[in-house]
C-alpha cells in the first residue's frame, strides 16, 4: 500500500492542517489504498464511500470502505473533522450538491483537502502510473476533440475537472477558507524540478501546464 502522490498529500496536510484529524471521510475512494495510506500516514480514523465495489482487501483493515453517493451521504451532520477527495467530484453528477454535503457532515472549524484535474490543462494524464502512452496519448487525443467541438465540459461527459478559478467559485460557495495548494503540490511531488515549476509559476503558464488543480480549507 504504498502511493508517493498520497503519501505527499497526507505529509502537506499534517503541515498545514494545525490539528489533530480525529474521523476523515474519503469522498471517492477507488480501491481504497489512498484511504489506507492516510489513515496510516495521519494516524486517523478514515471512512472511505465510492459508488463502485471494489475494495482492496488489506485497505479494509486499515479504514472501513464501503458503497456511498457523494451527493447522499449516510452520515449524521458534523460526522468528521476532515474532508479528502482527490479526482472525484468531476465524475459527480451534481457537483454542488456533493459539496453540500461534505459541508453538512463536516464539524466546525473541519477542514478538506479537495482536486480536480484541471480543465485549461494543455496536456494531461502524464502522471498516470497505471496506463501506457499509447493510452495517454489516446485520452489527450480524446480531450482536445471535446475542446475543438466545443464538448470539453464534465456534463457532456467528458474528463474535464475544473479551472482553479472554477473550483474556487464552487469550494467558496460552501466553505469559510479556501487556499489553492497547486504550488504546494506539484513542488512536494516533483521535487526535483523545482526550477522548472518555478519557471511555470513565473510565468504564469502553470495555469495551463499544470494538470490538476488543489486546494484545502475548512468549513
Avoid at 484541471?118 to 471535446?146: C, F, H, M, Q
Amino acid at each position: 500500500m504504498q502511493d508517493t502522490k498520497t503519501e505527499s498529500v497526507a505529509k502537506i496536510i499534517k503541515d498545514n492542517i494545525g490539528r489533530r484529524i480525529e474521523r476523515l471521510l474519503v469522498v471517492g475512494c477507488g480501491s481504497g489504498i489512498e484511504a489506507a495510506i492516510l489513515a496510516r500516514r495521519l494516524d486517523t480514523k478514515v471512512v472511505g464511500i465510492d459508488v463502485v465495489e471494489g475494495f482492496d482487501a488489506k485497505s479494509m483493515a486499515c479504514a472501513t470502505l464501503q458503497l456511498g453517493d457523494a451527493m447522499d451521504l449516510r452520515f449524521d451532520d458534523c460526522s468528521f473533522d476532515f474532508i479528502y477527495s482527490y479526482h472525484a467530484l468531476e465524475h459527480i453528477p451534481d457537483p454542488a450538491l456533493a459539496l453540500r454535503e461534505m459541508h453538512r457532515v463536516l464539524s466546525a472549524g473541519g477542514g478538506f483537502w479537495i482536486g480536480t484535474p484541471n480543465r485549461l490543462r494543455a496536456i494531461g494524464y502524464l502522471g498516470s502510473k497505471d496506463a501506457t502512452p499509447s493510452e495517454k496519448i489516446s485520452w489527450n487525443i480524446v480531450d482536445w476533440k471535446a475542446r475543438l467541438s466545443g464538448k470539453f465540459v464534465n456534463e457532456m461527459g467528458a474528463h474535464a475537472g475544473f479551472s482553479s478559478a472554477e473550483l474556487r467559485h464552487m469550494l467558496s460557495s460552501e466553505f469559510s477558507k479556501v487556499d489553492e495548494m497547486s504550488d504546494v503540490y506539484f513542488s512536494t511531488v516533483y521535487s526535483r524540478h523545482e526550477q522548472l515549476l518555478n519557471l511555470l509559476r513565473i510565468s504564469r503558464l502553470s495555469k495551463i501546464a499544470y494538470p490538476s488543480v488543489y486546494f484545502m480549507g475548512r468549513k
